[in-house]
């Protein structure tokens, strides 16, 4: 049988590997891959409380619908933002963008 | 051993090491494709959990959308050039700290509570509504009691903020 606790920690791990990314990464196209490490991780905890815990209510089901919706929409946003940096300086590495006006 | 626990050790092994070489690996676009894995092994444990919408809309826009926008926005800046270079060893081994009592952390909160299981996975239950198509889109478009007509709503407005604020921020100028 599939304990809660087997699943939780699976979750905690693929945080935890976001957060590791987060902080070492140069890139920031890298960085962006580890929140969505990390926004995965709180999606299938999300998923799993609604399944094991309060099956009989439909919360977490539908937070994690509507997390994978701004999560879409947000690495959009900053994947546009990333492309207008690489335009305007030629390099997205986070040592290097120093300035916010051009 | 049941069918159910050898798929859950299958996909708990995929996703736990895609999620570790995701940030392990040097090439950004190795680690984007890792990313891809960890989302189609998370879309796995959703249909396993019984959750076939949600794995579906995992599959879909996750797997098929952002990961194909980020493999483009790889290969629109530098591509596979793009190492992820010689990193700090002062902030690699603060992350590692950080990521390490954050995992020893969760594992003692998740170790010592106890949970009140009510519906196990793989074991029929009478207490478990299978949350179907029909659920979701009542669901979402009701003002009931349950109902998320709301946060549909300022989701599809942000979804159209986004989609005008896309443009305006990288078209040419």
């Given amino acids: ?102 | 051993m049941e069918s159910q626990n050898i798929m859950f050790v299958v996909l708990a092994v995929i996703v736990a090491l895609g999620s570790l070489m995701t940030v392990m690996s040097k090439s950004i676009v190795r680690a984007a494709t890792y990313l891809l894995v960890v989302l189609l092994g998370t879309a796995g444990l959703y249909f396993l959990m019984g959750y076939t919408f949600l794995g579906s809309v995992q599959t879909m826009v996750y797997a098929g959308g952002v990961i194909v926008l980020y493999v483009f926005a790889i290969l629109l800046t530098r591509g596979q050039t793009d190492k992820a270079g010689k990193t700090n060893g002062a902030v690699t081994s603060w992350g590692l700290l950080l990521a390490l009592a954050g995992v020893v952390g969760t594992l003692a909160v998740v170790c010592t509570a106890t949970w009140h299981v009510v519906a196990e996975i793989g074991k029929p239950s009478e207490t478990t509504n299978s949350i179907t198509m029909d659920t979701v889109g009542h669901n979402m478009i009701s003002t009931e009691h349950l109902g998320y007509v709301l946060p549909f709503e300022a989701v599809s407005v942000l979804l159209l903020a986004c989609i005008v604020a896309g443009i305006v921020i990288a078209r040419k100028r």
Avoid: C
Avoid at chain 1, 34 to 46: H, K, T
Avoid at chain 1, 66 to 91: D, G, H, V
């Fill in chain 1, 1 to 102: 049988m599939i304990q809660i606790e087997y699943i939780l920690v699976l979750s905690a791990i693929m945080m935890f590997a976001g957060v590791f990314g987060f902080m070492t990464r140069k890139s920031t196209l890298a960085i962006l891959l580890s929140i969505e490490l990390m926004l995965n991780a709180a999606n299938i905890n999300f998923a799993v409380f609604n399944r094991m815990l309060y099956p009989q209510g439909h919360e977490g089901y539908f937070f994690a619908i509507f997390t994978i919706a701004i999560a879409a929409a947000e690495s959009a946003i900053a994947i546009a933002i990333m492309i207008n940096i690489y335009r305007q300086l030629k390099n997205i590495d986070v040592d290097e963008l120093t300035k916010m006006k051009w």
